[in-house]
């Protein structure tokens, strides 16, 4: 089973340098449904599934709902618990994994539920001016699409994801796309880690 986590955008600790940026905008999903299109991955958002809980009314769903208001991130337990029962019903073997680990919770928890190990993580590099931008202009009725909790998710990525970019990066697993660029050259970048060399 192969296992792609999408973690986003640039850190600002001194080993990935440059732009302090960090968090949400940089154009994951954009790229997944590319991915999944060309590809053939099953698509998993954890966002997405975590948005789903809230419209079922389940006991969780106002839980989740509060601290995707907030940019936090939910334990671990609610939204392995989603990855692993959508992936076990895919009928699928290779997945996407979007947004996904999110702190270093979440992926000892994934690791620990599922006993598997991500084959790569795809790294976006997008300037913080531009995910703002972006996030401002959403447009899909997303309860976090406002600046203050954009500046929330920002701060929440760059205190709880860094340490899990940079264990995957220890072990070699990071692979980093410069995402400030237009969709369609994105996408070339990403065709060509997608595509194993000759
Ligand atoms: N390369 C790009 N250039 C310009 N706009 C982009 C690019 N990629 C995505 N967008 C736009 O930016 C917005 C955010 O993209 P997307 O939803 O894919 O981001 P994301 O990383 O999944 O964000 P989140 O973590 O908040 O879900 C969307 O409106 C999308 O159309
Ligand atoms: N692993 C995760 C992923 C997401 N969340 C919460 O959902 C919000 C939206 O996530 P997107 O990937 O769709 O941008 C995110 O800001 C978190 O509040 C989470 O808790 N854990
Ligand atoms: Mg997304």
């Given amino acids: 089973m192969s296992l792609l986590f999408f973690i986003f955008n640039q850190i600002c600790s001194n080993k990935w340098q ?15 449904a590319n991915i999944v299109k060309y590809f053939g991955f099953t698509h998993l958002s954890a966002g997405d599934l975590l948005r789903a809980e809230i419209k079922s009314g389940s006991e969780n769903g106002t839980m989740i709902q509060n601290m995707i208001k907030e940019g936090k991130i939910v334990p671990s337990e609610v939204t392995v618990k989603l990855l692993q029962h959508a992936m076990q019903e895919s009928g699928n073997n290779k ?68 340490p899990v970019i940079e264990y995957y990066d220890a072990k070699s697993k990071v692979r980093k796309i410069d995402a400030g660029k237009s969709i369609d050259e994105v996408f070339e970048e990403v065709k060509k880690i997608f595509t194993p060399a000759n």
């Fill in 18 to 32: 440059k732009l302090r940026t960090g968090g949400p905008g940089s154009g994951k999903g954009t790229q997944c």
């Fill in 95 to 162: 997945f996407l994994i979007d947004g996904f680990p999110r702190n270093e919770e979440n992926r000892a928890a994934f690791e620990k539920v599922t006993g598997i190990e991500p084959e790569f993580v795809l790294f976006f590099n997008c300037s913080e001016e531009e995910m703002e931008k972006r996030l401002l202009s959403r447009n899909e009725g997303r309860v976090d699409d406002n600046i203050e909790t954009i500046r929330k998710r920002f701060k929440v990525f760059v205190e709880s994801s860094i």
